[in-house]
């Protein structure tokens, strides 16, 4: 059973930063992608970054590129969303993705049927 559990949301000022953890459990985590997306209250969920299962290459919406950095470690399982200069904007709950493909080689999915299986979501809120 393939179990994604989200650590390091909290309450950060604007300008701060917070490292989002994801362990993932269950299935050969080197050979997903994986995502991050994010949902605000009354918003759809929406695509926040994705890195390829060797991590090779990172995708980010327009809204974080410059202050958001995914990074993963097969060793320990885990996929990070390092964010920074964080915004009131960025207030959301974050759930981490795990790539419905294995190795995929075709474009890196933005929406969110592109992924299996989700963890719970951790609360991110930005004061100003």
């Known amino acids: 059973q393939v179990q994604l559990v989200e650590s390091g949301g909290g309450l950060v000022q604007a300008g701060g930063s917070l490292r989002l953890s994801c362990a993932a459990s269950?299935?050969?985590?080197?050979?997903?992608?994986m995502g991050w997306f994010r949902q605000s209250p009354g918003k759809e969920r929406e695509f926040v970054s994705a890195?390829?299962?060797?991590?090779?290459?990172?995708y980010y919406v327009d809204s974080v590129k410059g202050r958001f950095t995914i990074s993963r470690d097969s060793a320990k399982n885990t996929v990070y969303l390092q964010m920074n200069s964080l915004k009131p904007e960025d207030t959301a709950v974050y759930y981490c993705a795990l790539d419905r493909a294995i190795s995929r080689t075709t474009p890196i999915r933005r929406d969110i049927k592109g992924y299996e299986y989700w963890g719970q979501g951790t609360q991110v809120t930005v004061s100003s």
């Open positions: 890195i390829r299962s060797n991590g090779g290459m990172t």
């Open positions: 269950g299935r050969t985590f080197s050979s997903y992608a």
